[in-house]
Antibody, heavy 122, light 105 residues
Framework: QVHLVESGGGVFQPGRSLTLSCAAS????????MHWVRQAPGKGPEWVAV????????YYADSVKGRFTISRDNSKSTLYLQMNTLRPEDTAVYYC???????????????WGQGTLVTVSS | EIVLAQSPATLSLSPGERATLSCRAS??????LAWYRQKAGQAPRLLIYDTSNRAPGIPARFSGSGSATDFTLTISSLEPEDSAVYYCQLRSGFAFGPGTKVEIK
Protein backbone atom coordinates (compact mmCIF):
# COMPACT_ATOMS: atom_id res chain seq x y z
CA GLN A 1 0.00 0.00 0.00
CA VAL A 2 1.33 3.41 -0.97
CA HIS A 3 2.24 5.58 2.00
CA LEU A 4 3.47 9.18 1.83
CA VAL A 5 4.51 11.04 4.97
CA GLU A 6 5.46 14.71 4.87
CA SER A 7 7.57 16.35 7.54
CA GLY A 8 9.51 19.54 8.24
CA GLY A 9 6.66 21.98 8.77
CA GLY A 10 6.43 24.47 11.63
CA VAL A 11 6.53 28.19 12.29
CA PHE A 12 9.15 30.21 10.42
CA GLN A 13 10.00 33.86 10.12
CA PRO A 14 9.71 35.67 6.79
CA GLY A 15 12.90 35.51 4.79
CA ARG A 16 14.06 32.25 6.31
CA SER A 17 14.54 28.92 4.54
CA LEU A 18 13.34 25.39 5.20
CA THR A 19 13.25 22.01 3.52
CA LEU A 20 10.23 19.75 3.56
CA SER A 21 10.55 15.99 3.18
CA CYS A 22 8.16 13.36 1.92
CA ALA A 23 9.02 9.78 2.85
CA ALA A 24 7.53 7.25 0.44
CA SER A 25 6.88 3.55 0.90
CA UNK A 26 4.82 0.76 -0.62
CA UNK A 27 5.87 1.32 -4.22
CA UNK A 28 8.96 1.66 -6.42
CA UNK A 29 9.66 5.33 -5.70
CA UNK A 30 12.36 5.55 -8.38
CA UNK A 31 9.82 4.74 -11.10
CA UNK A 32 7.34 7.57 -10.45
CA UNK A 33 7.21 11.30 -10.82
CA MET A 34 6.09 13.24 -7.76
CA HIS A 35 4.25 16.49 -7.04
CA TRP A 36 4.11 19.09 -4.29
CA VAL A 37 0.80 20.88 -3.72
CA ARG A 38 -0.07 23.42 -1.05
CA GLN A 39 -3.31 24.62 0.45
CA ALA A 40 -3.58 27.88 2.34
CA PRO A 41 -6.04 27.97 5.26
CA GLY A 42 -9.60 28.02 3.95
CA LYS A 43 -8.48 27.99 0.31
CA GLY A 44 -8.35 25.45 -2.49
CA PRO A 45 -5.26 23.47 -3.46
CA GLU A 46 -2.46 25.19 -5.38
CA TRP A 47 -0.07 23.05 -7.38
CA VAL A 48 3.55 23.92 -6.52
CA ALA A 49 6.03 21.71 -8.36
CA VAL A 50 6.60 18.39 -10.11
CA UNK A 51 9.67 16.25 -10.65
CA UNK A 52 10.21 13.34 -13.04
CA UNK A 53 11.08 9.86 -11.83
CA UNK A 54 14.81 10.34 -12.48
CA UNK A 55 14.87 13.89 -11.12
CA UNK A 56 15.97 15.50 -14.37
CA UNK A 57 12.75 17.30 -15.31
CA UNK A 58 11.33 19.83 -12.87
CA TYR A 59 8.52 22.34 -13.26
CA TYR A 60 7.24 25.02 -10.91
CA ALA A 61 4.26 27.26 -10.38
CA ASP A 62 5.03 30.89 -11.20
CA SER A 63 4.32 31.81 -7.58
CA VAL A 64 7.33 29.84 -6.32
CA LYS A 65 9.69 29.80 -9.30
CA GLY A 66 13.16 30.94 -8.30
CA ARG A 67 12.47 30.49 -4.55
CA PHE A 68 11.51 26.81 -4.23
CA THR A 69 13.45 23.77 -5.43
CA ILE A 70 12.05 20.28 -5.78
CA SER A 71 14.43 17.34 -5.57
CA ARG A 72 14.49 13.66 -4.75
CA ASP A 73 16.77 10.95 -3.42
CA ASN A 74 15.68 7.67 -4.95
CA SER A 75 18.10 5.72 -2.75
CA LYS A 76 16.16 7.00 0.28
CA SER A 77 12.68 7.01 -1.35
CA THR A 78 12.34 10.62 -0.29
CA LEU A 79 11.07 13.74 -2.01
CA TYR A 80 12.15 17.22 -0.94
CA LEU A 81 10.98 20.79 -1.29
CA GLN A 82 13.53 23.46 -0.44
CA MET A 83 11.79 26.73 0.30
CA ASN A 84 13.85 29.93 0.37
CA THR A 85 13.00 33.53 1.18
CA LEU A 86 9.76 32.56 2.87
CA ARG A 87 6.80 34.93 2.65
CA PRO A 88 3.63 35.09 4.76
CA GLU A 89 1.66 34.00 1.67
CA ASP A 90 3.60 30.70 1.70
CA THR A 91 1.60 29.74 4.80
CA ALA A 92 -0.18 26.52 3.89
CA VAL A 93 -0.45 22.79 4.35
CA TYR A 94 2.06 21.23 1.97
CA TYR A 95 1.19 17.87 0.44
CA CYS A 96 3.27 15.50 -1.63
CA UNK A 97 1.50 13.32 -4.16
CA UNK A 98 2.52 10.47 -6.42
CA UNK A 99 1.99 10.16 -10.16
CA UNK A 100 -1.16 8.11 -10.60
CA UNK A 101 0.34 5.74 -13.19
CA UNK A 102 -2.99 5.64 -15.05
CA UNK A 103 -4.63 7.87 -17.58
CA UNK A 104 -3.27 9.07 -20.88
CA UNK A 105 -0.17 10.65 -19.31
CA UNK A 106 -0.09 8.94 -15.91
CA UNK A 107 0.67 12.13 -14.01
CA UNK A 108 -2.52 12.82 -12.10
CA UNK A 109 -2.07 13.12 -8.35
CA UNK A 110 -2.88 9.89 -6.56
CA UNK A 111 -2.45 9.31 -3.70
CA TRP A 112 -1.58 12.29 -1.51
CA GLY A 113 0.15 12.38 1.84
CA GLN A 114 -1.52 13.81 4.94
CA GLY A 115 0.34 17.13 4.65
CA THR A 116 2.58 19.25 6.84
CA LEU A 117 1.67 22.77 7.96
CA VAL A 118 4.07 25.61 7.27
CA THR A 119 3.33 28.92 8.97
CA VAL A 120 5.33 31.98 7.98
CA SER A 121 4.98 34.70 10.56
CA SER A 122 7.12 37.14 12.49
CA GLU B 1 -2.90 30.64 -18.74
CA ILE B 2 -6.02 28.51 -18.61
CA VAL B 3 -8.40 29.32 -15.76
CA LEU B 4 -11.06 27.03 -14.29
CA ALA B 5 -14.41 28.14 -12.92
CA GLN B 6 -16.67 25.87 -10.89
CA SER B 7 -20.38 26.14 -10.19
CA PRO B 8 -22.30 26.26 -8.04
CA ALA B 9 -20.13 27.39 -5.15
CA THR B 10 -22.30 25.42 -2.73
CA LEU B 11 -24.79 22.63 -3.28
CA SER B 12 -27.13 21.51 -0.52
CA LEU B 13 -28.96 18.25 -1.19
CA SER B 14 -30.50 15.32 0.65
CA PRO B 15 -29.18 11.76 0.74
CA GLY B 16 -30.25 9.86 -2.36
CA GLU B 17 -30.49 12.95 -4.53
CA ARG B 18 -28.44 13.52 -7.66
CA ALA B 19 -25.64 16.11 -7.59
CA THR B 20 -24.39 17.82 -10.73
CA LEU B 21 -21.19 19.86 -10.46
CA SER B 22 -19.84 21.99 -13.30
CA CYS B 23 -16.30 22.94 -14.25
CA ARG B 24 -15.59 25.34 -17.11
CA ALA B 25 -12.17 26.06 -18.63
CA SER B 26 -11.27 29.39 -20.21
CA UNK B 27 -10.04 27.54 -23.30
CA UNK B 28 -10.16 24.00 -24.64
CA UNK B 29 -8.32 21.37 -22.60
CA UNK B 30 -9.42 18.39 -24.68
CA UNK B 31 -10.24 15.68 -22.11
CA UNK B 32 -7.34 16.43 -19.77
CA LEU B 33 -9.34 17.17 -16.68
CA ALA B 34 -9.68 15.48 -13.30
CA TRP B 35 -11.91 15.71 -10.24
CA TYR B 36 -10.91 15.42 -6.59
CA ARG B 37 -12.91 15.17 -3.38
CA GLN B 38 -11.65 16.70 -0.15
CA LYS B 39 -13.41 15.78 3.05
CA ALA B 40 -12.95 18.00 6.08
CA GLY B 41 -9.51 17.62 7.63
CA GLN B 42 -8.27 15.27 4.91
CA ALA B 43 -6.10 15.48 1.84
CA PRO B 44 -7.83 15.59 -1.55
CA ARG B 45 -8.46 12.26 -3.25
CA LEU B 46 -8.60 11.63 -6.99
CA LEU B 47 -12.08 10.60 -8.14
CA ILE B 48 -12.10 10.99 -11.92
CA TYR B 49 -9.24 11.38 -14.41
CA ASP B 50 -9.17 12.18 -18.12
CA THR B 51 -12.74 13.53 -17.86
CA SER B 52 -14.62 10.29 -17.38
CA ASN B 53 -12.47 7.52 -15.88
CA ARG B 54 -13.01 6.54 -12.27
CA ALA B 55 -9.87 6.16 -10.18
CA PRO B 56 -9.38 2.76 -8.51
CA GLY B 57 -11.70 2.20 -5.58
CA ILE B 58 -14.09 5.01 -6.49
CA PRO B 59 -17.76 3.98 -6.36
CA ALA B 60 -19.82 3.79 -9.53
CA ARG B 61 -22.13 6.57 -8.31
CA PHE B 62 -19.41 9.01 -9.38
CA SER B 63 -19.23 9.78 -13.09
CA GLY B 64 -17.58 12.43 -15.21
CA SER B 65 -18.38 13.80 -18.63
CA GLY B 66 -17.62 16.66 -20.98
CA SER B 67 -14.97 17.87 -23.37
CA ALA B 68 -13.17 20.98 -24.59
CA THR B 69 -14.27 23.64 -22.07
CA ASP B 70 -17.28 22.21 -20.23
CA PHE B 71 -17.12 19.34 -17.78
CA THR B 72 -19.50 17.76 -15.30
CA LEU B 73 -19.12 15.58 -12.23
CA THR B 74 -22.28 13.70 -11.35
CA ILE B 75 -22.96 11.90 -8.11
CA SER B 76 -25.98 9.76 -8.94
CA SER B 77 -27.24 9.14 -5.41
CA LEU B 78 -25.71 11.14 -2.60
CA GLU B 79 -24.55 9.46 0.56
CA PRO B 80 -23.73 11.25 3.83
CA GLU B 81 -20.00 10.58 3.29
CA ASP B 82 -20.10 12.65 0.09
CA SER B 83 -20.20 15.84 2.13
CA ALA B 84 -16.99 17.50 0.93
CA VAL B 85 -15.45 20.08 -1.36
CA TYR B 86 -14.97 18.96 -4.95
CA TYR B 87 -12.22 20.39 -7.13
CA CYS B 88 -11.57 20.05 -10.83
CA GLN B 89 -7.99 20.16 -12.08
CA LEU B 90 -6.28 20.73 -15.40
CA ARG B 91 -3.37 18.67 -16.57
CA SER B 92 -1.92 21.78 -18.20
CA GLY B 93 -0.10 23.49 -15.34
CA PHE B 94 -2.01 21.23 -12.91
CA ALA B 95 -4.19 24.19 -11.91
CA PHE B 96 -7.19 23.60 -9.65
CA GLY B 97 -10.61 25.18 -9.80
CA PRO B 98 -12.02 27.08 -6.80
CA GLY B 99 -14.19 24.18 -5.68
CA THR B 100 -17.83 23.29 -5.07
CA LYS B 101 -18.91 22.54 -1.53
CA VAL B 102 -21.48 19.76 -1.32
CA GLU B 103 -23.56 19.75 1.84
CA ILE B 104 -25.79 16.83 2.76
CA LYS B 105 -28.98 17.92 4.50
Amino acid sequence: QVHLVESGGGVFQPGRSLTLSCAASGFDFSAYGMHWVRQAPGKGPEWVAVISFHGINKYYADSVKGRFTISRDNSKSTLYLQMNTLRPEDTAVYYCAKYSDYGEHGDWLDPWGQGTLVTVSS
Amino acid sequence: EIVLAQSPATLSLSPGERATLSCRASQSVSRHLAWYRQKAGQAPRLLIYDTSNRAPGIPARFSGSGSATDFTLTISSLEPEDSAVYYCQLRSGFAFGPGTKVEIK
